[in-house]
């Protein structure tokens, strides 16, 4: 990947453990007496259960435990949600249980599990199950509620929830539009396929009445919260423990009913029990999918001036789990980066027959950004005008902010002209040659990108009855023993991305050390401060912040020692090279000031952090603040096959200040590689019946690297005035902007490959945009090359 070369970079830590492979991830966890989980699930999408006959895998053998619903139900409480109260959404709390009793609402729904003395035995176990159903009829198809005024009886059954957004005057704008364009918009279901599945490993001491979890998983104290809430435990009976993850993107997440049932039968048995999740039950989980039906009136130059979306978002079956909250997220970023005075969204959130959503990397924010630059794309088009020049119209300009969104959203800060301006010189934008070949076609996209960061989800204007919303903390604690050595206790935990390595950086920093001098402890509900884990790119820009706080502390101190010892003012006492100076004097070595110290007391300090946007009694507090960025695509579209080659990405991305830039270009890449999937292929299918048609990689198909060129990267820093250190967070930022640069890029191609054609050209509407999706949209004199 073509990234700046600073010398200053410090790599990412324990790199060599994760190449080699000597990192440990929970299923290298291996306690003597472990039994292992299977789970059986539904095969229907929707029914009554009329039994659930286990004596053959009761007898089957080496199995020691079978758990049905009934059993279940007499020693778990039903599920909480997670991310607060659904009311804070306008949705509606049902009560949920970890097992059900009474039917089943997708195929996939666990119905029993058990333990099992190897995994093998536990498969063929559960394969062993005999359950009987009655057939129930599957909700409404998503389509049917779109633009749909009044809902049927059968219809509101199914409402999770609705949203409505709006500023000014929307219809009547439309009505004065000089131009009044007409679309509808698909975002296909998608999930986050990271290299290692979910798992846990649940050990039951029942002379401590103690249980130990070590978990694959984002958010440790919001699953030892859960498991105690529904297993009826003490909070403090639950040690859980995160070691190395292999990838998250949202997957890994409070919510999971196996979470509860995997501890269960490590109760019931009184030995340690392992659920490692297999690659097609990984599958059932996704998001992402919705529809939008938009109008947007515009001048003659381009300018907007109304939008409106009526959007349908089919969620899955009901959940706790913070998955189906993307949902008002996608309604409540809207417009985006655009200045647009008149905006009406209308958002129905309405529960299928399929999984439920999972949260997945983006959170929502990907599908506005797909279709606000499809509707700047075809606004382009209609009035024969660069693309580029119509998002120079409507950008927000760097005046405006902090601007608040009609959902009440406030954006704190950027440079969004700046940005997109360098992307366009960066990549050459204008400089295509657009005919390689007589039958392929090259097209370029552009497409600009805000990503809401830092923890909200409700927004809007306090009322009678509305609830706040508040973003939590995150807290670090800050140690450093007698021999001069750091360590750093944080409450955010690290999905694979390194962000152990920024905060081992800002600690050594601060203490004048360097981060070989540093370990960083994450992940451990007994050692580390509560904290609310990996969601929301909170792990830098707010945990970064708890570290510094607490490092600045214990500097403070050292620096009142040095002063002691130097016969100095402690102002005057710089920490530096593993050691204390100060003008005229020789240093004095961290390992003699901390030896002092510790002689008299601990060297340590526990500090927490909460971004703060200025204060507004009448809105709600969330996202405090967003990231941005602009990327530029240059794909290939072979006409004769529909097979789409990208050639480029070009990317410049403003996440405020950048703490280490080698890992936010590694998250970017990633980011990037998912929304080029995302647009190409990526695509979870159900058949008629709700069965999963896309169960191993041979189905659901994700970027490969031969699949994607160099990405060229910039950054572009405008610090938020609302965080410590100015960061905005990096964690999501790229996932729609590639997905909606790339899905200009082909239609761009497309109409340039059937130049003249006029109606009989198709536009791109939907994603993913695969070979026969693609294929079908070129009218048949385009295989042959004509032009």
Same mark, same amino acid.
Request: hydrophobic content about 40%; charged content about 20%.
């Given at each position: ?10 790599? +990412? ?93 997708? *195929? ?48 509101? #059954? ?50 401590? +009445? ?34 190395? =993850? ?27 029990? #392992? ?37 349908? =978002? ?53 599908? !506005? ?41 406030? *954006? ?60 939590? !903390? ?46 960083? *402890? ?19 820009? =707010?945990?970064? !912040? ?151 990689? #041979? ?28 960061? +905005? ?21 497309? $109409? $340039? ?35």
């Amino acid at each position: 990947m073509d990234t700046t070369t600073d010398p200053g970079r410090w790599p +990412k830590r324990h790199a060599l453990e994760f190449a080699t492979g000597q990192a440990v991830f929970v299923d290298d966890i291996r306690p003597q007496g472990m039994l292992h989980m299977a789970v059986v699930r539904s095969m229907r999408a929707h029914a009554r259960i009329l039994s659930v006959d286990t004596s053959a895998a009761k007898a089957h053998p080496g199995v020691v435990r079978v758990l049905d619903a009934h059993e279940a139900a007499l020693h778990l409480d039903t599920l909480p949600y997670q991310f607060g109260e659904p009311e804070l959404l306008g949705a509606r709390r049902v009560d949920l249980p970890a097992l059900p009793t009474d039917r089943v609402r997708y *195929i996939g729904e666990p119905i029993a599990v058990l333990a099992a003395e190897n995994p093998r035995a536990a498969r063929a176990a559960a394969a062993a199950v005999e359950i009987e159903y009655d057939e129930l009829p599957t909700a409404p198809e998503p389509r049917e509620y779109l633009g749909t005024p009044t809902l049927s009886v059968e219809q509101r #059954k199914h409402v999770i929830t609705e949203n409505h957004f709006t500023s000014g005057d929307p219809d009547d704008a439309l009505c004065r539009a000089v131009h009044v364009l007409d679309a509808d918009f698909t975002v296909g279901r998608s999930t986050t396929a990271p290299l290692e599945t979910r798992g846990y490993v649940a050990s039951w001491d029942p002379c401590a +009445k103690r249980l130990t979890v070590h978990a694959s998983h984002q958010q440790p104290f919001q699953l030892r919260s859960e498991l105690a809430d529904v297993l009826r435990l003490p909070v403090e009976a639950i040690h859980v423990v995160v070691p190395n =993850v292999g990838g998250s993107f949202g997957l890994k997440m409070t919510g999971q009913v196996e979470e509860p049932l995997v501890c269960l039968l490590s109760i019931l048995c009184g030995r340690p029990v #392992k659920w490692m999740e297999t690659r097609a039950e990984c599958f059932l989980g996704g998001g992402r999918e919705q529809i939008h039906r938009v109008r947007v009136g515009f001048d003659d130059t381009g300018r907007v001036n109304a939008f409106t979306d009526d959007m349908v =978002v089919p969620v899955g079956a009901r959940s706790v789990s913070p998955g189906w909250r993307q949902a008002y997220v996608s309604a409540a970023s809207f417009p985006g980066p655009y200045d647009i005075a008149h905006v009406d969204i209308r958002s129905r959130v309405v529960a299928t027959h399929v999984p439920p959503w999972h949260s997945c990397r983006g959170f929502g924010k990907e599908a !506005p950004v797909f279709v606000m630059e499809r509707v700047m794309d075809l606004i382009a088009r209609r009035l024969r005008l660069d693309p580029a020049d119509v998002r120079r119209r409507n950008l927000l300009p760097s005046s405006a902010f902090p601007h608040r969104l009609p959902s009440g959203y406030r *954006i704190d800060s950027g440079d969004y002209h700046a940005v997109l301006d360098q992307a366009l010189d960066v990549a050459g934008y204008g400089k295509v040659d657009r005919h390689p070949t007589s039958t392929v076609r090259r097209g370029v996209g552009i497409s600009f990108e805000i990503t809401p960061e830092g923890g909200g989800h409700a927004s809007g204007r306090l009322a009678p009855g509305v609830t706040p919303t508040v973003a939590a !903390p995150e807290a670090a604690t800050v140690r450093v023993d007698r021999d001069g050595h750091v360590t750093v206790f944080s409450g955010v935990t690290n999905p694979g991305g390194g962000n152990d390595t920024a905060l081992a950086r800002l600690a050594a920093e601060t203490l004048g050390t360097t981060t070989a001098n540093v370990t960083v *402890i994450q992940g451990d509900t007994a050692l580390c401060p509560p904290g609310t884990g990996n969601a929301s790119s909170r792990g830098v820009a =707010v945990g970064g !912040p708890a570290v510094v706080l607490a490092a600045t502390d214990v500097a403070d101190t050292l620096r009142h020692t040095a002063a002691i010892v130097l016969g100095c003012a402690p102002q005057d006492v710089t920490l530096a090279d593993d050691a204390a100076h100060a003008p005229g004097r020789a240093p004095v070595q961290l390992r003699e000031l901390c030896a002092c110290v510790t002689d008299s007391g601990e060297l340590s300090s526990t500090r927490s952090y909460c971004p703060t946007p200025p204060d507004d009694p009448a809105y709600r507090y969330s996202y405090p603040y967003f990231s941005s960025g602009a990327y530029v695509a240059e794909v290939d579209v072979d006409t004769a096959t529909g097979v789409v080659t990208v050639r480029a990405v070009t990317a410049v991305h403003d996440c405020g200040r950048v703490i280490e830039p080698v890992l936010v270009e590694g998250q970017l890449q990633g980011a990037i590689a998912m929304g080029i999937g995302l647009a190409m292929f990526e695509d979870s299918r159900f058949d008629s019946d709700g069965s999963p048609s896309t169960r191993t990689f #041979k189905e659901y198909l994700v970027a490969r690297a031969n699949d994607l060129p160099d990405f060229v990267i910039r950054h572009h820093e405008t610090p938020s005035p609302y965080t410590l250190l100015g960061a +905005k967070g990096a964690g999501e930022a790229g996932v729609g902007g590639a997905l909606a640069a790339v899905a200009n890029a082909i239609d761009d191609a497309i $109409h $340039h490959a059937v130049h003249g054609a006029g109606d009989a050209v198709a536009t791109v509407t939907r994603v993913p945009l695969d070979p026969p999706t693609v294929l079908a949209m070129i009218p048949e004199h385009a295989s042959r090359g004509d032009t």
